[in-house]
């Protein structure tokens, strides 16, 4: 199983990115999936989720608004749009997938990690 993360860069403050998530997993329709973050010397962090039909979004409050995650089951793919970026929001970004088919946010709840893509947003 493979989860790949891509999309990531340096933007300016406000800007906008979006990032994507391929997996080669084959339950993956079925699958919640979840975008964390971990900025430097912090704990990695719940960002937001979708179920596996698409049909319902969670993201936390500080990006509430202003990030958006989206997936296309046919590509095995899922997306996190970031708009209104700020420097707060700089982290390493990673998708996985759950073990479940809604969300959740706790870390232990997904079986399988991409490997992180570096989000730069700059003042």
């Known amino acids: 199983v493979q989860l790949q993360a891509s999309g990531g860069g340096l933007v300016q403050a406000g800007g906008s990115l979006r990032l994507s998530c391929s997996a080669s997993l084959r339950t993956f329709s079925r699958s919640a999936m979840g975008w964390f973050r971990q900025a430097p010397g912090k704990e990695r962090e719940f960002v937001g989720g979708?179920?596996?039909?698409?049909?319902?979004?969670d993201v936390v409050d500080s990006v509430k608004g202003r990030f958006t995650i989206s997936r296309d089951n046919a590509k095995n793919t899922v997306y996190l749009q970031m708009n209104s970026l700020k420097p707060e929001d700089t982290a390493v970004y990673y998708c996985a997938a759950s073990r479940l088919g809604y969300t959740t946010s706790p870390a232990g709840d997904y079986a399988y990690w991409g490997q992180g893509t570096l989000v730069t947003v700059s003042s």
């Open positions: 979708i179920r596996w039909d698409g049909s319902r979004v």
